[in-house]
């Protein structure tokens, strides 16, 4: 099995390419789809870069598998789908509570909150099979209730918002359903329960210190260096730490265009009888 990693520094997001060589399976985590929320434009450089390497390796694509709605970026999976009709798009099924969150959010009078708009939703250890690619679920809630990790061949996990670099921490807890309680439970009971030489794989790397991008750890250097949740740290300790800094956290810059995409499953909003596409923006006092 092999990884290979693309860097989105606008959004500070990872994105895996995860492909056998010898049988040329392939799936693809976490796509970015580039957005500048100034212009309301969107490239496709990120995806380009991944679907470029699909191609030239010869790689047969199964599946895109999301961690979970993201509020940080718009996921590039319809558009990569368009190239690959076949491939199959999936997500953690508790999706459906984020989509009944956000859909109220949004006042989507007609739109449909039972995850139909995914290809696949997958329970909590459900086992997908990609050619010679195994990619077992694993419920990890705590960032959003819909988070899931995909532990691939019993050699790698891949973490999407819950773990971060051993340097630097969880992801945080402070959205719509998100629980630090939760996260706990995921870290401490269920991704540190699986093997140390476990390879971790994360969704993002904020560069602490104006180190370089790091994106590969173990579950032994979690367990014993993660800052913010390692071994010696106890549930109610995390939990005050983790809600105290998440206070001090501003939203993503576009959480709100990411949202009204991502519950969608990467579909962009239907052009009006303009031919244009609306995002939609709730203003607050």
């Known amino acids: 099995m092999n990884v290979k990693a693309y860097f989105d520094k606008d959004t500070s997001t990872l994105t895996y390419v995860v492909y056998d060589q010898t049988t040329k399976d392939a799936v693809l985590i976490d ?3 580039d957005y500048d929320p100034a212009s309301s434009k ?18 047969k694509l199964h599946y895109i598998l999301e961690t979970h709605a993201h509020a940080d970026h718009l996921s590039g999976a319809q558009l990569i789908k368009q190239d690959y009709p076949t491939v199959k798009i999936a997500i953690g099924a508790k999706i459906k509570d984020v989509q ?17 708009q995914f290809d696949i939703l997958l329970e909590d250890n459900s086992t997908l099979a990609a050619g010679s690619l195994s ?19 019993e050699d790698s996990v891949f973490t999407g918002d819950v773990l971060f670099m051993h340097d630097y921490g969880t992801g945080r807890c402070d959205f719509p359903g998100g629980s630090s309680e939760q996260m706990y439970d995921s870290v401490k ?12 794989y994360v969704g993002h790397d904020y560069l602490p210190g104006g180190r370089a991008v790091q994106y590969e750890s173990t579950i032994a250097q979690q367990k014993q260096l993660n800052p913010q949740l390692n071994d010696t740290i106890t549930k109610e300790e995390f939990v005050k730490n983790r809600d105290d800094r998440d206070k001090t956290l501003k939203a993503p810059k576009l959480l709100l ?3 009204q ?24 006092k």
């Open 31 to 33: 796509p970015v789809l």
């Open 135 to 153: 990619i077992k679920t694993l419920y990890t809630p705590g960032h959003t209730p819909a988070c899931v990790s995909y532990y691939i061949n």
């Open 189 to 200: 009971n269920r991704l540190y329960t699986i093997p140390d030489q476990t390879k971790v």
């Open 257 to 259: 265009q990411s949202l």
């Open 100 to 116: 009944k969150t956000f859909k109220h959010v949004f006042n989507f009078k007609d739109f449909n909150e039972n995850g139909i």
């Open 261 to 284: 995409v991502n519950i969608d499953a990467g579909n962009l909003p239907t052009p009006e009888s303009n031919g244009a596409r609306y995002l939609k923006i709730p203003i607050r």
């Open 42 to 59: 969107y490239t496709t450089k990120s995806i380009d870069k991944a679907t470029d390497f699909i191609k030239s390796n010869s790689l």
